[in-house]
């Protein structure tokens, strides 16, 4: 994401016609500019991941057709969004086919058809769930963790209980 809001300004830049002189490093992958602006490949895995605010959720909502399942994170009593996961995808053979550091809340991946186990962690907290992609629907997983950190953990202070 952070490639993304560097690559704006130059892109702008570039529509306006004027010349900027990027720093080495800074240069935003083929991948992450233009129309394909947050879609990413993870080893042959093409993903997007976020959502987290109206207008990114509305982003991701727009390349949704490019991808064939839908993984959402959320945590609590309210259902709050979970970002900042740890997220793998294993196929059927053992073989990983996405690895995120920071994924969420919306993650949408374009895989082959098959079974495949879809792992998070947040906060110390594992969830999985297995799901079948077919070739036709959007597959779904929504990945719930019932307490968030903030109801896991009481604030300790006047009146709390020991």
């Given at each position: 994401m952070k490639l993304?809001?560097?690559?704006?300004?130059?892109?702008?830049m570039l529509v306006a016609g004027a010349a900027?002189?990027?720093?080495?490093?800074?240069?935003?992958?083929a991948a992450e500019v233009g129309a394909d602006a947050?879609?990413?490949?993870w080893q042959g895995t093409p993903y997007q991941s976020g959502g987290d605010g109206a207008e990114s959720r509305m982003v991701l909502d727009r390349r949704l057709?490019?991808?064939?399942?839908?993984?959402?994170l959320s945590e609590g009593r309210r259902s709050a969004y979970?970002?900042?996961a740890e997220l793998s995808i294993v196929d059927g053979r053992?073989?990983?086919?996405?690895?995120l550091t920071d994924a969420g809340p919306y993650v949408d991946v374009r895989l082959p058809?098959?079974?495949?186990?879809?792992?998070?962690?947040?906060?110390?907290?594992?969830?999985?769930?297995?799901?079948?992609?077919g070739t036709a629907a959007l597959a779904r997983v929504h990945l719930h963790w019932p307490e968030s950190q903030d109801e896991a953990a009481p604030a300790a202070g006047p009146g709390a209980l020991p």
């Amino acid at each position: 994401m952070k490639l993304f809001f560097r690559a704006v300004p130059s892109i702008l830049m570039l529509v306006a016609g004027a010349a900027v002189a990027t720093p080495p490093g800074d240069v935003p992958h083929a991948a992450e500019v233009g129309a394909d602006a947050g879609v990413k490949d993870w080893q042959g895995t093409p993903y997007q991941s976020g959502g987290d605010g109206a207008e990114s959720r509305m982003v991701l909502d727009r390349r949704l057709r490019q991808f064939n399942l839908r993984i959402l994170l959320s945590e609590g009593r309210r259902s709050a969004y979970v970002a900042g996961a740890e997220l793998s995808i294993v196929d059927g053979r053992g073989q990983e086919r996405l690895r995120l550091t920071d994924a969420g809340p919306y993650v949408d991946v374009r895989l082959p058809a098959g079974r495949y186990v879809v792992q998070a962690r947040t906060g110390g907290h594992s969830r999985q769930a297995v799901v079948q992609i077919g070739t036709a629907a959007l597959a779904r997983v929504h990945l719930h963790w019932p307490e968030s950190q903030d109801e896991a953990a009481p604030a300790a202070g006047p009146g709390a209980l020991p």
